[in-house]
């Protein structure tokens, strides 16, 4: 697919971090990006200073995903790229010792399924609203391309550590939903990718103290460092470009590979 003012693209969590990245370099492109965020002021900021388009959405809730995107339509046009970065991340081990009467604590089922809510929930209602609609678009491409779905799961999807165990399964939910969704869409012409980031400097990590943060940048292999949100973009917007990525997750990590903690 050819980026350009003709297209039209929706990022969810497109307010700041890796979806904040990939609105602003897909708006450098010329497309039309509408940016979903429940984070009003920060993307409102965001989408003035790219020449976006900002709703306000939560993406676990189907009747405020159908108000974002009808409004989105309304104003660019039908949504040619979906991408889903809106996500959490908690950490929590499946039991604990309570330190005041010393009793082992399941972890809580709220927590665990607020997580897989907005990461898998929130990802496959995404899908399922956009592909339908890209279903209903004349092909864009001599090879009948009619769309693309960018995903974002995480190199905890399969590395994953001590206390991530939700939002290992949310990303690995997003991982497993990859291949059969490109199948399904095939017959379309909507093509269906992941990227499997590793430790990128995103507003996760904006607690974490510098010697935390250089710590965790020494245990990439190479390049030695946190990834930066720009660097997700790039592979996002090259995804979209090149016709014959499908199916497939991508890791992009520097080689890393999760210790146990």
Same mark, same amino acid.
Do not use: W
């Given at each position: 697919?050819?980026? #350009?003012?003709?297209v039209a @693209?929706?990022?969810?969590? !497109?307010?700041? #971090?890796?979806?904040?990245?990939t ?5 450098a492109? !010329?497309?039309?990006?509408?940016? *979903?965020?429940?984070?009003? @002021?920060?993307?409102?900021k ?5 020449? =976006? ?14 108000a974002? &995107? ?6 660019? #046009?039908p ?14 081990? +499946? ?10 604590? /399941?972890? %809580? ?8 809510q907005i ?8 899908? $399922? ?8 678009? $004349?092909?864009?491409?001599? %090879? ?12 905890a999807?399969?590395?994953?550590? +001590? ?5 290992? =399964? $949310?990303? !690995? ?9 490109a199948? %399904? ?11 499997? /980031?590793?430790l990128?400097?995103?507003p996760? *990590?904006?607690?974490?103290? %510098? ?9 990439v292999p *190479? /390049?030695?460092? &946190? #990834? ?9 917007c090259? +995804?979209?470009e090149?016709?014959?990525?499908? !199916? ?14």
């Open positions: 697919m050819k980026l #350009g003012k003709d @693209a929706v990022v969810t969590g !497109g307010a700041s #971090g890796l979806g904040g990245a609105a602003k370099a897909l708006a492109q !010329g497309v039309k990006v509408a940016i *979903f965020d429940l984070n009003e @002021a920060t993307g409102q965001h989408a003035a200073e790219i020449g =976006a388009k900002f709703y306000k959405c939560d993406v676990t809730n189907e009747a405020s995903v159908d974002a &995107l009808a409004a989105a339509r309304k104003d660019n #046009g949504e040619r790229i979906l991408v889903n970065c809106a996500g959490i991340a908690i950490a929590k081990r +499946i039991t604990r010792k309570n330190k005041d009467t010393g009793a082992i604590e /399941p972890h %809580d089922l709220a927590s665990f399924t607020k997580v897989i990461n898998l929930i929130g990802t496959f209602l995404m899908i $399922s609203k956009c592909a339908a609609n890209m279903q209903a678009q $004349s092909p864009l491409t001599a %090879d009948g391309e009619r769309g693309v779905i960018v995903n974002t799961a995480s190199v999807a399969t590395d994953g550590q +001590i206390g991530q165990v939700a939002y290992a =399964a $949310s990303k !690995g939910g997003v991982l497993g939903l990859t291949l059969p969704i199948r %399904d869409l095939a017959q379309s012409g909507i093509r269906v990718c992941t990227i499997m /980031p590793g990128f400097l995103t996760m *990590f904006d607690t974490l103290p %510098d010697e935390a943060k250089q710590s965790l940048a020494a245990s *190479f /390049p030695s460092r &946190l #990834g930066n949100p720009s660097e997700y973009a790039a592979l996002a090259h +995804i979209c090149n016709g014959m990525l499908n !199916g497939e997750a991508i890791r992009l990590d520097g080689a890393i590979r999760l210790a146990p903690r």
